[in-house]
């Protein structure tokens, strides 16, 4: 079975600065898709960034960008520039057949002016 | 575009009562998906639906949770005898069909059993 691993609970960074999410996963498939979501105090979950597996260039989504390492099986996510509104729960998460998402526990980002 | 629509965003119950949520995905979503998010933890999948049928029901606690969705569009989760463990938020979220499309999710409904 699948399993994502965040092992950082909570992150801190100040504004206009970088922090980066570590996620880790298990899997024995070879194509897959990775995910970040956001989840602010509303609860409601927000596409941040999306990697297939088969690519082997990093996503990117303005501000945001992954370092994908199919080897390592390890996934982090890089916010630059911090902004207050980035202050949130992040979630990793892995898809799954047939369309499961497995979420990570989380990292909750504090962002500091 | 209207977004995934949940209701109640709250609701507060007593163990051994009954509780409903409903959704109502994105307009032309052929899938929908019920999450259980309890607190501190990630979203972990309960149900999914293709159109009316069921593709994954691994996860749901059948002796106490049932769903359905009538016409391949609405859906109701519901919770009967609800117990202390059951408090979390419930999420709901949709896509275009399986694959690479992104699900979309809700505002989720927090529900406290006391």
């Known amino acids: 079975a699948q399993t994502v691993t965040q092992s950082q609970p909570e992150m801190s960074v100040q504004e206009a600065e970088t922090v980066t999410l570590s996620c880790t996963y298990d899997t024995s498939e070879s194509d897959y898709y990775l995910f970040w979501y956001k989840q602010p105090p509303s609860r409601q979950m927000i596409l941040v960034i999306r990697?297939?597996?088969?690519?082997?260039q990093n996503a990117t989504e303005n501000r945001f960008s992954v370092n994908f390492q199919k080897a390592a099986k390890s996934f982090s996510l890089k916010i630059s520039d911090s902004q207050l509104g980035d202050a949130a729960m992040y979630f990793c998460a892995y898809r799954s057949a047939p369309d499961k998402l497995i979420f990570g526990t989380g990292t909750r980002l504090q962002v500091f002016p | 575009e209207a977004g995934v629509a949940q209701s109640p965003r709250y609701k507060i119950i007593e163990k051994r009562q009954s509780v409903a949520f409903w959704c109502n995905p994105i307009s032309g979503h052929a899938t929908l998906y019920w999450y259980q998010q309890i607190l501190g933890q990630g979203p972990k999948l309960l149900i999914q639906f293709q159109n009316n049928g069921v593709v994954d029901d691994s996860q749901l606690p059948k002796d106490r949770f049932s769903a359905e969705r009538l016409k391949g569009v609405d859906s109701t989760l519901k919770i009967q005898p609800a117990k202390l463990e059951d408090s979390a938020v419930y999420l709901c979220a949709s896509s275009w069909t399986g694959g690479s499309y992104e699900q979309y999710f809700g505002p989720g409904t927090r529900l406290t059993v006391t």
């Open positions: 990697q297939e597996a088969y690519k082997q």
